[in-house]
């Protein structure tokens, strides 16, 4: 049972064009969301996170949105360049539990920007 | 500046064999965390030390696997009598605090292992 949802497999945009990435969750008790970067033959890198008591982080032209009441988040790249082409995790933690330090991902996005 | 390694890279065993997948985390990284991607899907959690203390190992999928980190600093995943199924990249993570949902991990390049 997939927690966390990442329902597109890959999203096709033109350069300078917005990118959004979509990530639902299931478990009520997850409180930081986070997404990562990965690139082929590497491992993920951190992008962007946001904790519950926010609706929304930026950092550049990466901004994460949060809707907890449809327990949906958001990854909006702006503008989007070539150098984007990745795969996106979106992964979520329960800070609050036992298990804090626990790291459950999506399947991932594949972002493909279109010179 | 060394991020996290793994070695190797890429390990083909055949069923039944034994391997061991190393992984040498940031320096001074208190939290190490082991994670398996099979093809398609996003990394699953398999394993957690703070130093050389194994504090959750609830994702290991069976007693086949084995993971150590004697000295809190290098780690070693360990499965035993491989089978198909264990094929994935296994991916070594690390961060700095001790293990905190807010404290980014900084991820290796993982190791491909295919077993035939």
């Known amino acids: 049972d997939q927690q966390v949802k990442q329902n597109s497999p890959s999203l096709s945009v033109q350069e300078g064009r917005i990118s959004i990435l979509n990530c639902d969750y299931t478990?009520?008790?997850?409180?930081?969301f986070l997404w990562y970067k990965k690139y082929p033959a590497e491992g993920p890198t951190f992008l962007i996170s946001?904790?519950?008591?926010?609706d929304k982080n930026e950092d550049g032209r990466f901004t994460v949105f949060l809707n907890k009441s449809a327990k949906h988040l958001s990854l909006h790249i702006v503008p989007s360049q070539p150098g984007d082409s990745a795969v996106y995790f979106c992964?979520?933690?329960?800070?609050?539990?036992?298990?804090?330090?626990?790291?459950?991902f999506g399947k991932g996005t594949l972002l493909t920007v279109n010179p | 500046g060394a991020g996290v390694s793994q070695s190797p890279r890429y390990k083909v065993a055949k069923r039944g064999q034994d391997v061991a997948l190393r992984c040498d985390p940031i320096?001074?990284?208190?939290?190490l965390f082991w994670y398996q991607q099979a093809l398609g899907q996003g990394p699953e959690f398999l394993t957690y030390?703070?130093?050389?203390?194994?504090?959750?190992k609830s994702g290991l999928p069976s007693d086949r696997f084995f993971a150590e980190r004697p000295e809190g600093s290098v780690s070693t995943l360990k499965i035993q009598r491989t089978q198909q199924e264990d094929s994935a990249v296994y991916l070594c993570?690390?961060?700095?605090?001790?293990?905190?949902?807010?404290?980014?991990?900084?991820f290796g390049p993982g190791t491909r292992l295919t077993v035939l």
């Open positions: 993570a690390s961060s700095w605090r001790k293990g905190q949902g807010a404290d980014t991990q900084y």
């Open positions: 478990n009520s008790m997850f409180d930081y």
């Open positions: 946001i904790s519950s008591i926010k």
């Open positions: 992964a979520a933690s329960a800070a609050r539990g036992g298990s804090n330090y626990k790291l459950t």
């Open positions: 320096s001074g990284h208190v939290s």
């Open positions: 030390f703070q130093n050389e203390a194994q504090l959750d």
